[in-house]
């Protein structure tokens, strides 16, 4: 099917027809699904790989019949397609995991075993709380001393010095968001990541907000460890981490004595959900379809830019609409010029209306959005608005048009106008 016409402009209906989920109604109401950023729909191509595995490969690693013969060529592929998302050097720098979080609360441990009291990490005032509390747990068993890189809660972006404000020659780790769940802010990675390794820190790298709408390129970005999760991006419940492979190879991996040492397994615990590597898998190959370019990686980065082109513009028109609303506060990035350093998550207050009521209003129409902290605690708390029921958030994909986002306009002039 041709995805993108040949000035590579996005074909969006025909990608919708590749998402069963997108045609489904609720008593003839069609669906809007704005919440994105709390997980995406998946194509047909991820819920084939995830029925392939459960049918004909569905069996545990290691033996010599079939299925497991199946099952491992399987699971081979997977960490192939993850090493092309991330643009990996090797294979071996892929971890497969239940989830983001859990993948950060384990590796924060095995790094641990590196740092020692007094040590200091630094954490990022945007992230979302599983980049934040796992370090911060961390910190608590060994004696490490917390500093903060802050934003600024008038721009929604780091102010250039504020990573070099707060290293120091003992700083070990420095771990931070490349997008904001809340502000939808992108992060200067590479910059941040040059500052952090020449001080000698480890790099951690939170990607799951970034995966959706932009390429990843690992061997570019100079960090250490970069982790999102495939239910973000398309695909099924799974989380995937890189690291850099010296840093892996030399990190201890807490796990049973029967398994192995070799990369990346001895850090892969237990035994993983094959279909949720199927199903990866799947998405992998439904994003590459928009790209060109002789290899996966190289179709994967071309894709990103005709995805991300189309996203910008709807996230033009849902800026726009909203900052016609009096009372109405964009609590991120809002110029025009500036859409490739955000995003396409817009999250709002609206004076006088809370956002758990708006959410609520919304969802009366059909239309499925976020509301609260979204576990983006401090971001929250830095814009004073923990206590008063956070921000109202509108995640945008490819997928998503612009008669949605007008739907969505429309909602809430209603809702307005009802009082
Ligand atoms: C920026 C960010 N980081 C981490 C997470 C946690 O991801 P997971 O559910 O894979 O643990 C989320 C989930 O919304 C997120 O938005």
């Known amino acids: 099917m041709q995805l993108s016409h040949p000035d590579r402009e996005l074909d969006v209906e025909a990608v919708r027809e590749q998402f069963p989920s997108l045609a489904i109604t609720d008593d003839g109401a069609a669906r809007v699904y704005f919440d994105n950023p709390a997980g ?22 290691g033996g010599y019949f079939s299925t497991t013969l199946g099952a491992g060529k399987l699971v081979d592929a ?18 497969f995991g239940q989830n983001m979080t859990t993948l950060t609360l384990h590796m924060s441990r095995c790094l641990g075993r590196r740092f020692k ?5 630094v954490l990022s005032s945007m992230d979302h709380d599983a980049n934040v509390a796992p370090w911060l747990l961390l910190a608590e068993d060994l004696g490490l001393v917390v500093r903060w890189m802050e934003f600024d809660p008038r721009t929604y972006e780091f102010p250039e010095d504020a990573l070099s404000e707060v290293l120091t020659d003992r700083t ?16 200067p990675v590479k910059a941040f990541a040059a500052q952090a390794r020449a001080a000698g820190a480890l790099v951690y790298v939170d990607a799951v907000q970034f995966a959706p709408h932009y ?6 970005l100079g960090a250490d460890i970069v982790v999102s999760s495939a239910y973000k ?3 099924p419940h799974q989380g995937i981490l890189w690291g850099r492979r010296e840093l892996l190879a030399e990190t201890f991996g807490y796990k049973v004595r029967p398994a192995g040492e070799e990369l990346p397994h001895k850090f892969e615990t237990g035994t993983l959900s094959h279909e949720g590597m199927a199903g990866t898998l799947g998405a992998v190959e439904y994003l590459e379809q928009f790209g060109q370019g002789a290899t996966r990686a190289e179709r994967l ?20 609409g909203l900052s016609a609303f009096d009372g109405l506060t964009i609590r991120g990035i809002t110029s025009a010029n500036a859409l490739h350093r955000r995003v396409p998550t817009v999250s709002f207050t609206l004076e006088g209306h809370r956002p758990d009521d708006l959410a609520r209003a919304f969802a009366a129409d059909n239309i499925f959005v976020w509301s609260g902290h979204n576990y983006a605690i401090e971001p929250v708390r830095r814009m004073g608005l923990l206590d008063s029921g956070g921000v109202l958030r509108v995640g ?24």
Not at 117 to 121: F, N, R, T, V, Y
Not at 303 to 319: F, K, M, N
Request: charged share 20%.
């Open 301 to 320: 980065r071309s894709a990103w830019g005709v995805l991300s082109v189309y996203e910008q513009s709807l996230t033009q028109r849902l800026i726009e």
């Open 215 to 220: 390429a990843i390129d690992v061997q570019d």
């Open 78 to 95: 997977a960490h192939r397609a993850c090493a092309d998302f991330y643009n990996a050097a090797s294979v071996e720098e892929i971890v």
């Open 40 to 61: 995406t729909q998946v194509p047909h191509q991820v819920i084939d790989r995830t029925v392939e595995c459960l049918t004909s490969r569905n069996a545990n690693l």
């Open 172 to 187: 070990r780790l420095v771990a931070f968001g490349y997008a904001s769940n809340c502000t939808g802010t992108v992060n």
């Open 117 to 121: 009291a007094g040590d200091e990490i």
């Open 233 to 235: 991006w398309f695909g």
């Open 396 to 419: 945008l994909a490819h997928y998503n048009t612009a008669a949605e986002v007008d739907a969505l306009l429309d909602s809430l002039m209603r809702r307005i106008k009802a009082g």
